[in-house]
Nanobody, 117 residues
Framework: QVQLEESGGGLVQVGGSLNLTCAGSPGILKSDTLTWYRQRPGSEREMVAQIAYLQGIKYADDVKGRFTISRDLVKNTMDLQMNNLQPEDTGAYYC???????????WGQGTQVTVSS
């Protein structure tokens, strides 16, 4: 059973930066797709950034140029560097894994990001 744990959330002022980390249990494969989702208050969960073996990296339009996703296959971690944070970036951020072998999905518990103006 894959386990994912997010960390790095917090309270930051507009224009500030945060780095989120998703730590995964051993066994995460290069073929697995890792995604950061955000859930704003009162809204559905939405994709923020994704890193996939064949498809590469993609970002939501509103974070392009500000957020950077990366992964470390040795440490089984995925990071989301968030710069120039805006109030609309406020929300719970979740780590998601889609297994390239089984097609199973796994979610972390989430970490809260709050951007104050």
């Amino acid at each position: 059973q894959v386990q994912l744990e997010e960390s790095g959330g917090g309270l930051v002022q507009v224009g500030g930066s945060l780095n989120l980390t998703c730590a995964g249990s051993p066994g995460i494969l290069k073929s697995d797709t890792l995604t950061w989702y955000r859930q704003r208050p009162g809204s559905e969960r939405e994709m923020v950034a994704q890193i996939a073996y064949l498809q590469g990296i993609k970002y939501a339009d509103d974070v392009k140029g500000r957020f950077t996703i990366s992964r470390d296959l040795v440490k089984n971690t995925m990071d989301l560097q968030m710069n120039n944070l805006q109030p609309e970036d406020t929300g719970a951020y979740y780590c998601h894994l889609l297994s390239g072998l089984s097609g199973k999905e796994h979610w972390g518990q989430g970490t809260q990001v709050t951007v104050s103006s």
